[in-house]
């Protein structure tokens, strides 16, 4: 098992910045792919960012490359996801996942944090 815990979710304004961290704790990491996704109202859970741990090969939405930065700390098998220059389409639930398939789609991580709120004004 794995248990994964978000933080850093907030209201900030457009432009700024936030960093959400994904605490993960249990089974060796070294095997996964840990990815963020994100949930706005009345939308399907969308693909935002992954890394693969042992490689730490990166991928970003195309709505998202060139402001977030995904990273991981192996001391501290913690997730970051760096969010810079934030829109208001950015608001949304942010969960990170983690899963040995990990790819673009949801379905494809076995295990989920409960996500954080992140609130972008306009």
């Known amino acids: 098992q794995v248990q994964l815990v978000e933080s850093g979710g907030g209201l900030v304004q457009a432009g700024g910045s936030l960093r959400l961290s994904c605490a993960a704790s249990?089974?060796?990491?070294?095997?996964?792919?840990v990815g963020w996704f994100r949930q706005a109202p009345g939308k399907e859970r969308e693909f935002v960012s992954r890394i693969c741990w042992s490689e730490g090969n990166t991928y970003y939405a195309d709505s998202v490359k060139g402001r977030f930065t995904i990273s991981r700390d192996n001391a501290k098998t913690t997730v970051y996801l760096q969010m810079n220059s934030l829109k208001p389409e950015d608001t949304a639930v942010y969960y990170c996942a983690a899963g040995s398939l990990g790819g673009w789609s949801p379905y494809e991580y076995h295990y989920w944090g409960q996500g954080t709120q992140v609130t972008i004004s306009s």
């Open positions: 249990g089974r060796s990491f070294s095997m996964y792919t």
